[in-house]
């Protein structure tokens, strides 16, 4: 089936959507993005990815394409025009296409490009891999130092998935100076003694939108949360590990670099926190 995709204020089949080869996105990767899951054809924590997207086009002194609330409409009509119940629907914003290719920000004149597209995943909720975990290893992080900003600069988390991929293994967690950051997609946590340790905000991750959302339910439901930097050596020695984002939820990890986490299962907390995350974040959806 065809998709529905929406360019620069149309809605046209994916076909005969076009952007131009001036396009900063695709000359300097001199764009942004969100991606927000759809269960039951309704967006989890919209408000979240907005605010976050704001954030980023502030960061990079990015017009906005549109106003928020049009920007959850134009969201919401890509679930009804492509009949979306479980899935994903990215948005890609860039400074456009000004006339020349050139390192300076072109004047206010040039009109951002927008771009939104729906992968479906049915079931995407159900997933077996939750219940039976991935597998990590670790890689240097050689991206960029403003990872807090959501750029469409995926080449180097690209290249450690196919590190991971060609080690066997189903994911990768960056490590800098020591201390993991995150994985090539996802936040990073490991549980010890009841406590969830995850890396503290910094320009240095990402800040998950899920990652708010689980850390916020953790605390609400009396677990011990923990905002710091920790090892891979720490991580092997953890009782359970695991990863949020917004289209894995929150995903255990049972072995990374070879060995097994805890029992080498999926172990409870992880369990319980996808069960709360998708519990209350449905109730939440738009
Ligand atoms: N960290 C990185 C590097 C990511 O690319 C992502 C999501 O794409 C995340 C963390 C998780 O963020 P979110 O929970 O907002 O999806």
Redesign the pocket.
């Known amino acids: 089936m065809t998709r529905t995709v929406y360019v620069n204020g149309e809605y046209l089949p994916e076909t005969e959507a076009k952007v131009s080869i001036f396009d900063r996105g695709f000359l300097f990767a001199d764009g942004v993005y969100e991606?927000t899951s759809v269960l039951d054809g309704k967006l989890i924590d919209f408000a979240g990815h907005a605010k976050r997207l704001e954030r980023s086009l502030g960061e990079l002194e990015m017009p906005a394409p549109c106003t928020m609330e049009e920007l959850l409409a134009i969201h919401r009509e890509m679930v009804a025009r492509n009949g979306l119940v479980d899935g994903l629907i990215y948005l890609q914003v860039t400074r456009g296409a000004p006339a020349d290719r050139d390192f300076a920000y072109p004047d206010a004149g040039t009109e951002p490009t927008i771009v939104l597209f729906t992968q479906s995943k049915p079931g995407l909720a159900d997933s077996p891999v939750a219940k039976s975990g991935i597998r990590v290893i670790t890689v240097p992080d050689q991206r960029w130092g403003r990872?807090d900003i959501k750029t469409v600069q995926l080449l180097y988390?690209s290249m450690a998935k196919m590190m991971a991929k060609a080690a066997g293994a189903d994911d990768a967690w960056m490590v800098e100076d020591g201390s993991v950051t995150?994985?090539?997609?996802?936040?990073a946590y490991i549980v010890k003694d009841g406590a969830i340790v995850t890396r503290h905000l910094s320009t240095d991750?990402?800040h998950?939108?899920?990652?708010a959302a689980v850390l916020r339910f953790a605390r609400e439901a009396q677990m011990r949360v923990e905002e710091r930097a920790f090892t891979a050596e720490e991580a092997q020695a953890a009782d359970e590990a695991f990863v949020?984002?917004?289209?894995a939820f929150v995903m255990p990890v049972v072995e990374i670099d070879g060995q097994a986490i805890g029992s080498g299962r999926p172990g409870p907390v992880a369990a319980r926190l996808r069960e709360i995350y998708l519990e209350e974040s449905r109730l939440t959806a738009v």
């Not at 998950?208 to 990652?211: A, F, S, V």
């Open positions: 991606v990872r988390p995150e994985g090539t997609s996802n936040n991750i990402l998950g939108i899920t990652r949020t984002s917004a289209s």
